[in-house]
């Protein structure tokens, strides 16, 4: 009796163990089940006046889950403006208007929770009212979305950040050369790029109309990163074991010395890599031999900023290393006929080539942009025309 009793609960065990096993399963497989995305959508200046702007963006929430319904129960807008002069007198009104294909938006503006069907999408439309006495400085707007997923994975608060330009510079003024010797740089003023710009547009833009034959275009790692969406508010990391522990070794002035910072490259090269490459990292500096832990965890952990480590409003936000870089330069060069490079230079001196196209040499661009001509502060100026000299024989 007792054994059959014995029996029974080591299967009632074993059962349970393996219904366990499998919900684990099942969970690790379909990942997090509120799977919403919203992307950047489409903007435009509808009123584009001295006085005023009406900034209207046409957004789009994508349900990417197989089978879950996610419900929407609050979505809100809110504005930063970025100026290169005083705010004061400057007035800003956001409304969030959802567009759905089954119901009606309502008359007091009031978000009405909604239901986005696996697989399916619906659209908001954003507005923010900018009105002031003189708004010829304003540089960009800084939208935020705020919204709310609600489903199998709980309730989960969000934010989606666009960052809208309301300037742009003259791409008819003649930047100003330096000679390096081996050629002449002019670094070129942009407006703040973001996800809503591409790096082929910037450089017909502001680029071609003052290129020659044989000029160059270098093109900065972290504004590429931007532009291609590459960038995640410390709100929405959440630093798990590896990254609180890790992170501590590093030097302060580290992008990976923040469990934020480091957690970013966990979720991109996974915890096992980051570990082994510290573990390898620490016995091999013991030795004499520093920057093993960077070779081994992946270019990402070379290219990461964290908070602090671009301009606004983007020191607000860790960035990546840009994606494919070298299928950038390519398609510049086939579209512009520049030859183009992707680089990571900064005022040590320092210069890191990313990626280039096939017609350049690495010694001449890193001896070229080793005097950071594109700056490291608040110049404006990701883009660097570069201009061979003649080279005396």
């Known amino acids: 009796m007792i054994e059959s009793l014995a029996t029974g609960i080591a299967a009632a065990g074993s059962l349970l163990a393996l219904g366990g096993l499998g919900l684990e399963l099942n969970y690790r497989r379909t990942g997090s089940p509120n799977k919403l995305e919203l992307t950047a959508g489409e903007w435009h200046l509808a009123i584009n006046e001295p006085n005023r702007y009406l900034l209207v963006g046409e957004m789009e929430f994508r349900n990417l889950t197989q089978r879950f319904e996610i419900m929407l129960p609050d979505v809100r807008a809110q504005v930063k403006l970025l100026s290169d002069g005083s705010l004061d007198g400057v007035t800003s009104q956001t409304k969030v208007i959802p567009c759905h294909t089954d119901a009606k938006a309502r008359s007091d503006d009031y978000w009405f929770g909604y239901i986005v069907k696996a697989q399916q999408n619906t659209k908001i439309k954003v507005s923010v009212d900018i009105q002031g006495q003189d708004l010829n400085k304003l540089q960009s707007a800084w939208v935020q979305i705020h919204f709310v997923s ?82 995640r508010h410390p709100s929405e990391v959440k630093p798990g074991w590896v990254a609180k522990r890790v992170c501590l070794f590093f030097l302060p002035m580290s992008s990976l010395a923040t469990a934020c910072g480091m957690q970013t490259l966990v979720d991109v090269v996974g915890p096992w890599r980051v570990v082994a490459a510290f573990a390898i990292g620490a016995v091999a500096k013991i030795f004499g031999k520093p920057g093993v832990f960077y070779q081994l965890a992946g270019e990402q952990a070379r290219l990461i900023d964290d908070v602090t480590g671009t301009l606004p409003p983007f020191d607000q936000f860790i960035v990546l290393g840009p994606d494919n870089p070298q299928q950038v330069v390519e398609q510049i060069q086939r579209e512009t006929g520049l030859a183009a490079a992707i680089v990571d230079a900064n005022d040590l001196k320092a210069v890191k080539i990313l990626a280039a196209t096939s017609d350049l040499s690495i010694a001449f661009l890193e001896q070229a942009l080793r005097s950071n001509p594109a700056g490291n502060a608040d110049e404006r100026t990701p883009v660097v025309l570069i201009r061979p000299l003649p080279q005396k024989s």
């Open 150 to 231: 609600y489903g199998p994975g709980g309730r989960i608060p969000r934010v989606r950040n666009v960052v809208v330009p309301l300037q742009f510079p003259n791409s008819d003024t003649v930047p100003t050369a330096r000679n390096v010797g081996v050629a002449e740089v002019f670094p070129i003023r942009t407006h703040i790029l973001a996800e809503l710009d591409n790096p082929v547009e910037i450089v017909k833009r502001y680029v071609l109309p003052r290129a020659e034959k044989g000029d160059i275009v270098a093109l900065a790692e972290t504004p590429l990163a931007l532009m291609q969406g590459r960038y």
